[in-house]
């Protein structure tokens, strides 16, 4: 089992940026692919990106492609997610979440293939 902490949430003007992490404790980070999602006000929770534990293998949502970046650092349990380029309709809550399986080669794109989450941070991009 692990647990995850997002922070870095906020309130941005559109086209600024902001970086989110996700600090995740537990023995098992290097081995697990990591995700985010969001969530915006009346929406169900969407994917936005991937990564696989190596970091080889990356996948994001359409709609953030080029202006979204992941990333992770095992040495200190992180995965890091960098907006660019923000829009109004990138506000929501950013979700943090594990995979269920280890060493899945495939960033895994599908809610259902994690199986532990954070508690959120809240992205704002005011126009």
């Known amino acids: 089992q692990v647990q995850l902490a997002e922070s870095g949430g906020g309130l941005v003007q559109a086209g600024g940026s902001l970086r989110v992490s996700c600090v995740v404790s537990?023995?098992?980070?290097?081995?697990?692919?990591m995700g985010w999602f969001r969530q915006a006000p009346g929406k169900e929770r969407e994917f936005v990106a991937a990564?696989?534990?190596?970091?080889?293998?990356?996948n994001y949502a359409d709609s953030v492609k080029g202006r979204f970046t992941i990333s992770r650092e095992n040495a200190v349990k992180t995965v890091y997610l960098q907006l660019n380029s923000l829009k109004v309709e990138d506000t929501a809550i950013y979700y943090c979440?594990?995979?269920?399986?280890?060493?899945?080669?495939?960033?895994?794109?599908?809610?259902?293939?994690?199986?532990?989450w954070g508690q959120g941070t809240q992205v704002t991009v005011s126009s």
């Open positions: 979440a594990a995979d269920r399986a280890e060493f899945r080669h495939i960033a895994p794109m599908t809610a259902v293939d994690f199986g532990s």
């Open positions: 537990g023995r098992t980070f290097s081995r697990l692919a």
């Open positions: 990564i696989s534990w190596s970091g080889y293998s990356v």
